[in-house]
């Protein structure tokens, strides 16, 4: 039994919100192709959003966000047009009525500061 659970337990930065949000006992949809962005998570009717980012891809101030030093101009374009689509989805969601909160790859690690983070957006 123990063991099945060990396993079952993913660790993706999704994951992770996933559990922490059916903790916290609230209602989301995933991966929301309706919406802007296709948010990873949302409530319409509590009008909220929450996005997960990748520290490398979205070039978090962190030090997984960092800039590879090979092909950096590759890199810089590529991490400008994610960057661009975060700025365009954000600003499409708050245009309809969407809280949106993002969390970074890295905040996953402390779980309890995330979780009082969620519960404040979600509630
Ligand atoms: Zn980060």
Redesign the pocket.
Known sequence: MAMARVRQKRTTPEECVASLLREIGVAYRRNVRSLPGSPDFANRRRKWVVQV?G?FWHQ??????SMPSHNGELWRAKFERNKERDVQAESALSGLGLRVLTV????TKDRGRLAEKLTAHVL
Request: hydrophobic share 15%; aromatic share 8%; proline share 0%.
């Open positions: 980012h520290c978090h101030t962190c030090a997984r966000g970074w790859e890295c905040e």
